[in-house]
């Protein structure tokens, strides 16, 4: 297991298409997990594939040791392009999963996060779905 915090995601954010591109971000949480929907419009960025070092690292997070495995998860290809993973995080006595898919329908990027004890395929691919059905319509005109 690698011992870096290196493997975090990272985002420029003084790039200037960053600073500057349209976003929105939708949450929702309970006493079992939460979902996190993030849009933003930004033709030139798509996450690359999981770097083999990043599959599994430690980190170390107010101060205390925390161990991140990553698998990628084979979900049903949606846009563009699309990818998705499922992170199981261990520390300080808890567990959780964290599913992550990206989606790229045109400009768009859609960001979901599923956060949950444990993130279900079969529910990981139905959210992942009906968001980029949202999209697409809202993309279209046709959402409210």
């Given at each position: 297991m690698r011992q870096s915090s290196?493997?975090?995601?990272?985002?420029d954010l003084d790039r200037p298409e960053v600073r500057t591109a349209p976003a929105a971000v939708v949450a929702y949480s309970s006493d079992e997990g939460s979902v996190t929907q993030a849009l933003v419009d930004l033709p030139s960025a798509f996450p690359g594939e999981?770097?083999?070092a990043c599959a599994s690292?430690?980190?170390?997070?107010?101060g205390e040791t925390v161990s991140y495995v990553t698998r990628t998860v084979d979900l049903p290809?949606?846009?563009?392009?699309?990818?998705?993973h499922v992170t199981a995080v261990t520390?300080?006595?808890?567990r959780l999963e964290v599913g992550s898919v990206v989606i790229r329908a045109g400009t768009v990027v859609m960001s979901l996060l599923v956060v949950a004890r444990k993130v279900k395929y079969d529910g990981l691919a139905d959210q992942s779905r009906e968001a980029y059905e949202k999209l697409t319509l809202a993309m279209n005109g046709d959402g409210a």
């Open positions: 290196s493997c975090a995601p990272r985002l999981l770097p083999a690292y430690q980190a170390v997070v107010e290809p949606l846009g563009d392009q699309s990818r998705a520390g300080g006595g808890q």
